[in-house]
């Protein structure tokens, strides 16, 4: 990190170069402490599998990105935290105190956002196949910014505002084509993408915009993502450089319009393993606040808002998983099974997108390794493996044990495959723990099913619905 961009102000690094939350230590019996709470003694009070996660490692990279943007952008700029790497009612409230914009999805998204009571000046609605409904709770709740990814958003959200006689700002999501090495389902920005405009669709978007649609749509910018778990900032440079001069394409073909807002979407990569080495995020941040600082001065074109879309960056490092370990099966060399009380179900990752993790035994921490194993889960899969070849100490049924890194994209993909309940999730700081989300029971399982009136009678096997 370039220390020249915080004058003394950031105390650490952001955590996305991080294997552990930044509150993590050990206490004098050597078990792990996250947030002044100890893990194991956590696992035995609140049940596996947990979702934990550390309110100071949040509030660091919050402010890694609020303060970095702030010290090396001189235009104006917000950070949107991207809800789908993990959201409930708490980590909204908490990212509203950390100075965040909320970037959201969907209806859930957005609604679980207004419950909150989160300002919506400062959230922005992305999404492919965004509904008449999710529309009009998104208008009528006076979103800040709609990015618009079709011809369908804008009719829609045409026909929306003239019925309230409202005008909403908009932001067109454009496919930049540009390429980023990640997993394939992650990357977003290249041509044959699902997401977007496509640049050759962009002028009649913006014309229809300028005509049809002048008296409900204000045009404030471009918006682009390209993909998630990014390592590089060359790609988000060169995303700048094809913005900015689509910018100064603009301004030029349509009579001096000048776009407000950038939104460079997410997609900074953090630490999963020691494999991994992701720009910090404030070394990120300013590389690229600086190219568009000093793309759009060549260009002459007054500084845009600068909108980032982060996920991953903002919560990955703060999250962990508890579990208990149960069962195991030894076959004899080939590997070791070590079974674990959660899987698939909590997190999907590995089973998706080959994702590796990075875990320890809580109460062994320090104890010499002696076999190394891999940790499944317990979902009817062949596939719900969660980590392979796992360096242990010897490791027995009842061992509590922390996965790392697991803060986004983990709850918010968890399902009740095999009909399991999804784990709680813990808030910790200052030596508390603070359920952000309970744990579901195996009512709330059924809680949604409803029998038909002509299966209920037990004794006549053919009967036919009436
Ligand atoms: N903005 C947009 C428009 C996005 O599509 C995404 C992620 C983000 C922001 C946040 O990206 P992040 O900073 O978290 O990389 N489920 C996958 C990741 C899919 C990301 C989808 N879009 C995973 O578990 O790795």
Redesign the pocket.
Known sequence: MSSAFFPGDLEQPAPNTSLKPITYALDDTNQPLVGGVNLVELARTHGTPLFVLDEATIRAAAKAYTQTLATAYPGASLPLY?C??NMNMGLVKLMEQCGMGL?VVSGGELYTAIQAGFPMERVLF?GNNKTAQELELAIHHEIGRISADNFQDLEFIHKIAAAKGKKVDVLLRITPGIECHTHDY?K?GHVDSKFGFDLSQLPVAIERILEEFRETITLKGLHA?IG??IFEVKPYEDLIEVMMNIYYNIREQYNGLVLEDIDV????GITYTGQDDPPAVPEAVARIAEKLATYAKRLNYPLPRLLM?????MIATAGMTLYSVGSMKDVPGVRKYVAVDGGMGDNI?PAL?Q?QYSALVANKVGAPVEETVSIVGKYCESGDILIKGLPVPRIENGDVLVVFGTG??NYS?ASNYNRFPRPAVVLVSGGKAHVLVQRETYDTIIQQDLIPAHLRRVNETSATPA
Do not use: C, F, V
Request: glycine share 16%; hydrophobic share 30%; charged share 20%.
């Open positions: 991207a789908k790497a970037d992305n992650i977003t993502h998630s778990q979407g997410g997609g900074l879309e982060p996920g991953r960056s990752r997108y994702a986004a994209y993909m």
